[in-house]
Nanobody, 115 residues
Framework: QVQLVESGGGLVQPGGSLRLSCTAS????????MGWYRQAPGKQREAVAA???????YYVDSIKGRFTISRDSAKNTVYLQMNSLKPEDTAVYYC?????????WGQGTQVTVSS
């Protein structure tokens, strides 16, 4: 059984940084893309960033220039480096692995940006 385990969330002041990690336990074949989503209270879940197997990246406009997604395919791990954090970045962040015929989700990690 495949599980995605996230780490790296927490409380940070505005302007600070956090690095989220997500690692898959178990074998996943043909991962097409890895990504991060977030859901703030009272809002729908939104895609934040994604990276394809070929290395192409996607970022939602609100985080461009501040967040960087990267992956270590050998370790089945995806990272999200978050800099210059703002209060509006506060949300539960979820990782997602899109594989052939399957979609995997992490349990979510809370990121709170507050002074």
């Amino acid at each position: 059984q495949v599980q995605l385990v996230e780490s790296g969330g927490g409380l940070v002041q505005p302007g600070g940084s956090l690095r989220l990690s997500c690692t898959a336990s178990g074998s996943i074949f043909s991962i097409n893309a890895m990504g991060w989503y977030r859901q703030a209270p009272g809002k729908q879940r939104e895609a934040v960033a994604a990276i394809s197997s070929g290395g192409s990246t996607y970022y939602v406009d609100s985080i461009k220039g501040r967040f960087t997604i990267s992956r270590d395919s050998a370790k089945n791990t995806v990272y999200l480096q978050m800099n210059s954090l703002k209060p509006e970045d506060t949300a539960v962040y979820y990782c997602n692995f899109a594989a052939a015929g399957d979609d995997y989700w992490g349990q979510g990690t809370q990121v709170t940006v507050s002074s």
